[in-house]
């Protein structure tokens, strides 16, 4: 089933411990597509500037990813990100955030974007998720990401968006600071009780937390899973990985929607998640994930099975 | 075959959101040979205080542990360590710490000791670590902890030390501290590479990064593999968790030393090792695992099994 993705489509400048990048293509709704575009037909909703070039879209279409809803505001600027990260990569520095056109970002969706029985809500206002929620009642599956910023400032816009979606990707520390819950499983549990209301009585039913270089961990109503992240020696950088497993996830459940949404479902989407996250973080940007086969997702899965299989001899 | 174990007895007060207790029996050697005695016969090496009674002896001689090595030093006053876990239970505050009968520790193993295959070096002095290892020369197989503070202070004798074993079960924290190294996979092949001179050419072939709550890596030089922590709604007191792993990975390799030294029965001892700490958190000190039953641990085995697996459906 097609994917409509609304979030940030940006430039990203980058520094880490391994080289820096000006202006990367960048942004949640990018990074999410070209993921998820190696498993199904992807639409993206958001806008961008007049210095956003045929090439940067390129990138995008190269992989099939549809962009006629991508707006060109004229005379705008595209969303900018400036961030260094620590030595260990796992700490990072934001030293510049220009909205630009994503200042009074209201997302209008185009019939055909409407009609995409998948929905992934990247990292933006709540108040705009539950907007384009809204315009999409009628979606099989909708996913949400957030952030910190949003549990500070809009927690209780973010909890309606929460009760009005499918699944919710969170990093594990979103997941506890969110609930107020420290430990993993009664954080993810206590948004599983989530209702949009005491009447509809859904919510959402899979919880996954980002644990970074830990991996991630499923919490649905019937069970628990746990995956390691892909073990590499060489870390470039890890921005957008999060965007990236999100696509990986939703990229695999869209392509799989005439099964059941089955733990056993889920955790194959969470495979291929691990597995496409793994390859963003090994170039700067975009650039190791717009290079990338499916021989080599293919690869990298069955490695992923080995690196976690333990017998069961005694 | 039978293991020696080398290391603290204490008392530990300890304070967790979940409540407190004063006084109770800990120490890196009694939380591992508890867990240990799960698979094989382990002796403990260490010393005790006139304060030590018979009955705390006792919580280790039911379980089979051989204490005849334990030397209860006249006048002194066993080891003691007073911490508080903050809201989440992973940081922690050391309150105080005597020595006691640790300061001046000279351990002489019995010959019954010394006899043993298996040696499992805790957290003690590098200097120590290396004396007792020496006392051991024709152990097979021989595993070590370290901490931060040796790594501050007497880094060269650790590094010694290390290049001694066969084994280094460390916090992934320390190990990235260890080799300045940020990178997990690198910072194993590092201590891989380390030998015990560069004609005798071995060194340590097993490096285990425990990752608290996310679980634990094993790095050797054939292979990787990840395991997640058990997913725990309750999570009372981490005290000790680390050396019950140790406990469980080092006395399941101990159990089986008829087998070849594989990937695969490490994973195996991996898997025990998760199992065993995951039972020692769930509450204060010693108390669960002096409760513990095969059964219970045959049956989270099967759930630790059972939450890791993913098909290989395309």
Redesign the interface.
């Known amino acids: 089933m097609p994917i409509t993705v609304v979030g940030s489509i940006a430039f990203d400048s980058v520094k880490t411990p391994f080289g820096e990048r000006e202006r990367m293509l960048g942004g949640a709704a990018v990074h999410f597509a070209l993921a998820a575009s190696f498993f199904e037909e992807v639409r993206v909703v958001g806008p961008v500037g007049e210095d956003f070039s045929d090439h940067h879209m390129e990138a995008m279409r190269t992989r099939g990813v549809n962009v006629s809803d991508v707006q060109r505001i004229a005379g705008g600027r595209t969303f900018f990100w400036r961030g260094e990260y620590g030595?260990?990569?796992n700490s990072r520095e934001t030293l510049d955030t220009q909205l630009g056109v994503f200042e009074g970002f209201q997302p209008k969706l185009s019939q055909q974007s409407r009609a995409s029985d998948v929905l992934f809500l990247a990292n933006i206002q709540p108040d705009l998720q539950r907007d384009v929620r809204a315009q999409m009642p009628h979606a099989r599956f909708v996913a949400l990401d957030s952030m910190n910023l949003w549990i500070e400032v809009a927690r209780d816009s973010l909890v309606s968006a929460i009760a009005s979606v499918d699944c919710v990707i969170l990093n594990d520390a979103e997941l506890?600071q969110l609930t107020g819950k420290?430990?993993?499983?009664?954080a993810a549990?206590e948004v599983l009780s989530w209702k949009r209301s005491a009447a509809a009585g859904d919510g959402p039913s899979v919880i996954v937390a980002k644990?970074g270089?830990?991996?991630a961990?499923l919490v649905t109503r019937s069970?628990?899973?746990?995956?390691?992240?892909y073990?590499?020696?060489?870390?470039i950088d890890p921005t957008g990985a999060g965007d990236t497993f999100a696509g990986g996830l939703v990229g695999y459940i869209a392509a799989h929607s005439q099964e059941e949404l089955s733990d056993?479902l889920l955790?194959?989407a969470?495979?291929r998640a691990t597995v496409l996250a793994s390859f963003n973080v090994e170039a700067f940007g975009t650039e190791r994930i717009e290079r990338l086969t499916r021989e080599e997702i293919a690869a990298r899965l069955?490695e992923l099975?080995a690196?976690?299989?333990?017998?069961?001899?005694p």
């Open positions: 030595w260990d990569l506890r420290p430990n993993l499983v009664s549990r644990q270089e830990y991996g961990a069970g628990f899973f746990a995956l390691p992240a073990p590499l020696e060489t870390v056993e955790r194959r969470m495979a069955r099975r690196i976690t299989q333990f017998s069961s001899a």
